[in-house]
C-alpha cells in the first residue's frame, strides 16, 4: 500500500528493472527485515517459522542487490534490545548464523560477495559468533557486494563506545578536541570504511528506524513498504530502488 510522501512501496511493481533504470543505483542500501513474527501470526505458525523464512529471504534479496551493482548491502538482523524477547525466540534467531552462512556460503563466494559485522561480539553466543567470523574469513578476499550484518547491534551503543574512544585517545595525547571532524569520527564508528547509506528500507509498515545507524542516517532517503519482510521480493526491491533514483539529494541545498 502506498503511504504519504511516497515513501512506500507500490503494489505491482515490475518483474525485472528496466536496463535503461540501472544508473544511479545507491552505493550502499540498508534494510530494516521487520515483520517475520507478524508474518508467521497471518499463517497460523508460531513466529520462529516467520524467523526462518525472512532468514531465507535474506538470500534473495542479497542476489538482487548484487545484480544491481549495489555496493553495500547493510542488514539489521538482530538489535540490542532485540534480547528483552522471550528466551525461546532470542535462542532460536541466535542459531540462525549456524543454518545460513553453511547453506548459502558457497553462492556467496561464487558470486564474490563479503561478509561483514557490525555490532558487539560481547554478549553473543559462541556458537553465533563462530559462525559469522567464519564466513567473514572465507570470504576476505571477496571483491564484489559487502554483505554487512547488523547483529547485536545499537545506534545509540556505537556512538557511547566512538565517543569513549575518541575520549581515551585525547586522554593519552594521541589526538586534540581541534582534530575532531565528522570524517574523524567516522572511524571511531563499526561502519568504519563503508559509505553512508543511500538508501534505508523498512518492511512490514512501521515507521521508524529503530536505533538503528543513528550517524550515518543523517541524508539516507527513507523507503517503507507495508510487506513483512518474507514476503519482500526482488519485485519490491526494484521498486524501491525506482523511488530512490527519483528524488532529488540535495543536502539542505537548492
Do not use: C
Not at 542476489?63 to 539489521?76: H, Q
Not at 559462525?131 to 556512538?159: P, Q
Amino acid at each position: 500500500m502506498n503511504r504519504l510522501f511516497g515513501w512506500f512501496g507500490a503494489k505491482n511493481p515490475d518483474r525485472e528493472m528496466p536496463a535503461h533504470s540501472r544508473e544511479n543505483i545507491p552505493q550502499h542500501v540498508a534494510i530494516i527485515m521487520d515483520g517475520n513474527g507478524r508474518w508467521a501470526k497471518s499463517k497460523g505458525m508460531p513466529r520462529i517459522a516467520g524467523h526462518r523464512a525472512g532468514m531465507k529471504n535474506v538470500r534473495t534479496i542479497t542476489m538482487a542487490a548484487n545484480e544491481l551493482g549495489v555496493k553495500v548491502l547493510t542488514l539489521y538482523a538482530f538489535s540490542t534490545e532485540n534480547w528483552k524477547r522471550p528466551k525461546e525466540e532470542v535462542d532460536f534467531l541466535m542459531k540462525l548464523p549456524q543454518e545460513f552462512f553453511p547453506l548459502e556460503i558457497d553462492e556467496l563466494k561464487k558470486n564474490n560477495v563479503r561478509i561483514r559485522m557490525m555490532g558487539s561480539k560481547e554478549g553473543l553466543p559462541r556458537h553465533s559468533l563462530d559462525a559469522v567470523e567464519a564466513a567473514i574469513e572465507e570470504t576476505k578476499d571477496n571483491t564484489g557486494l559487502i554483505l554487512n550484518f547488523a547483529l547485536n547491534y545499537g545506534g545509540r551503543r556505537e556512538l557511547l563506545l566512538g565517543i569513549r574512544r575518541l575520549a581515551e585517545h585525547i586522554r593519552d595525547g594521541e589526538i586534540t578536541p581541534d582534530d575532531i571532524s565528522e570524517q574523524l569520527f567516522d572511524s571511531y564508528l563499526q561502519s568504519e570504511g563503508l559509505p553512508e547509506p543511500d538508501l534505508l528500507i523498512r518492511t512490514s509498515g512501521e515507521v521508524r528506524i529503530s536505533n538503528f545507524m543513528l550517524w550515518q542516517l543523517a541524508y539516507t532517503e527513507l523507503w517503507f513498504t507495508d510487506v513483512f519482510w518474507p514476503e519482500f521480493s526482488r519485485e519490491h526491491f526494484f521498486e524501491a530502488i525506482r523511488s530512490y533514483q527519483g528524488r532529488a539529494r540535495r543536502y539542505g541545498k537548492l
